[in-house]
């Protein structure tokens, strides 16, 4: 069975208005997108589907944590993930591409929502993944330890400055 079918709403028998839709997003469902820098994971989804005659709106609410590796220590932590996002879908049949309207045939019964829900949360990540330990001091590791005794030293000695030099910070 596809890990993904789960993400399935079907949405032809619903009635018109909300309809509420909660998924639980473990390691599997990133194994499935090939994306192996999570080593954990334990999120929600809350999905609120407005159901309207001519198309749907869609309502992302992702909360949890995800495992990480810190870039400075290596070091994992837990990444906490607050995201929401909104989706409108829309049927017919046009190449217009956008990453707030989504159209889908005419006919269609259902949506697959998971590959909205993982760009969500990848796109929740910073860029630069520092351990909370490390912005206020409290990580120990030989890793820090030997990337602190590599920094370069401040220029204490008596050594001559270019005079130029001078006359620019006069400047500031």
Same mark, same amino acid.
Not at 65 to 78: A, G, H, N, R
Not at 135 to 149: F, R, V
């Given at each position: ?54 198309? &749907?709106?869609?309502?992302?609410? =992702? ?8 870039? =400075? ?13 909104? *989706? ?24 697959? =929502? ?7 949360? =990848? &796109?929740? &990540?910073? *860029? ?15 890793? *820090? ?28």
């Amino acid at each position: 069975m596809d890990v993904l079918n789960e993400f399935n709403i079907p949405f032809v028998g619903l009635k018109d208005g909300k309809h509420n839709f909660k998924f639980t997003i473990d390691r599997k469902f990133f194994e499935h997108f090939e994306f192996s820098e999570f080593i954990d994971s334990s999120l929600k989804c809350d999905l609120v589907l407005n159901k309207k005659t001519t198309f &749907l709106e869609i309502n992302f609410k =992702v909360d949890g944590k995800v495992t990480i590796p810190c870039d =400075v220590s290596t070091e994992l932590f837990d990444h906490k993930i607050k995201n929401e996002n909104n *989706l409108i879908v829309k049927f017919g049949s046009s190449d217009y591409d956008s990453d707030e309207i989504l159209i889908i045939p005419e006919g269609s019964y259902q949506i697959n =929502v998971a590959q909205h829900i993982y760009e969500i949360i =990848v &796109l929740s &990540l910073p *860029l630069k993944r520092i351990h909370p330990g490390i912005k206020n001091g409290t990580l120990k590791s030989d890793i *820090l330890e030997k990337l602190k005794a590599l920094e370069p030293k401040e220029n204490n000695s008596n050594e001559s400055i270019d005079p130029r030099w001078d006359k620019l910070k006069k400047l500031l």
